[in-house]
């Protein structure tokens, strides 16, 4: 998406939230900027990765920003969720004000921001529910334009490509779908130089669909399997603002105030989150 934004002459800056999969950060849960090491404060919410310093738990483990910084030999941002949509919301906004940007794309990898909820493999819905609320709310507020994104559609293994393009068609008849883009063959070759270095299973698989795969293909250990095919290598961009109508889990998590009380707020509608996951994963050792 940056580089598409890129070809048209426009400067970009990427960034992330800071809670790592629990493979590489075994706490369970988001941390707040005050637990990373190495960034610089851009306020309350966000923080910036210089290439040189990193960015790291505690512990040591490397946020996959950080390590984009080192590929990318560019600053990168993070984001604090740990208080909910209020904070991230503010964490966005603070970086676009400092960094000068007007424009904010929220890009997601999978569909599952986009989902309502009932789908059967729908596993990680919390972290895209407190970033578009926020981001949704805190935009408004500073007078950014605000832009949702879906990439790699059934890439994450959690939504299936079929009722990622219902949601699609949904978000299209509430006026909110504005373009779509698709994923070139320069940058097919950058993702997958950039998941060596920062490992992530569903980016990688939408370079490989940009490149033909197609078919049943298993992540997570064989955990998950992801229907490949090209639509995957395609971004369907949403005017944010004209999305919310449409985004059940985002309006169910506004006006939360922690990532815990967003993680309520969806558990009292019956939906189970990656923060519920990653709970039970550090109790069990």
């Known amino acids: 998406m940056a580089r598409a934004l890129e070809r048209r002459g426009t400067e970009w800056v990427v960034g992330g939230v800071a809670w790592e999969r629990f493979p590489v950060d075994p706490h369970p849960g988001p941390r707040p900027l005050t637990q990373v090491e190495g960034p610089t404060a851009l306020g309350s919410g966000a923080a910036l ?26 600053q990168t941002v993070l984001i604090d969720v740990t208080g909910g949509p209020a904070g ?33 493999g729908l596993a990680s819905p919390l972290c895209d529910a407190v970033m578009i609320a926020g981001a949704a709310a805190e935009c408004r507020e500073a007078g950014l334009d605000c832009v949702l994104g879906v990439l790699g559609a059934g890439c994450d293994g959690e939504l299936r490509p079929a009722e ?47 490149r033909g795969m197609h078919g049943q293909v298993e992540i997570r250990g064989g955990r998950r399997t992801v229907q490949a095919g090209p639509v995957a290598a ?6 944010l603002e004209a999305a919310l109508t449409e985004l059940p889990l985002a309006r169910a998590v506004a006006g939360t105030a922690s990532i815990t009380g967003a993680r309520d707020a ?15 994963r550090a109790a069990r050792g």
Not at 234 to 239: A, R, T, V
């Open 49 to 74: 990765v210089d290439p040189g310093r990193g960015a790291t738990t505690p512990e040591g483990a490397h946020f996959c920003e950080s390590r984009l910084a080192g590929f990318l030999e560019a």
């Open 88 to 120: 991230a919301g503010t964490g966005v906004a603070e970086a676009a004000t400092r960094l000068g940007c007007g424009l904010v794309v929220l890009v997601d990898i999978g569909g599952d921001a986009i989902a309502v909820g009932d789908e059967p």
């Open 164 to 210: 990622v393009l219902a949601r699609v068609a949904a978000l299209a008849g509430a006026g909110a779908w504005i373009e779509t883009v698709g994923v070139t063959p320069e940058a097919a070759d950058e993702i997958e130089a950039a998941a060596a270095v920062a490992v992530t299973e569903a980016s990688l698989l939408v370079a490989k669909c940009a």
């Open 234 to 239: 395609l971004c369907f961009l949403f005017d």
């Open 266 to 280: 969806l558990a009292a509608i019956g939906i189970s989150t990656e923060l519920d996951y990653e709970l039970r």
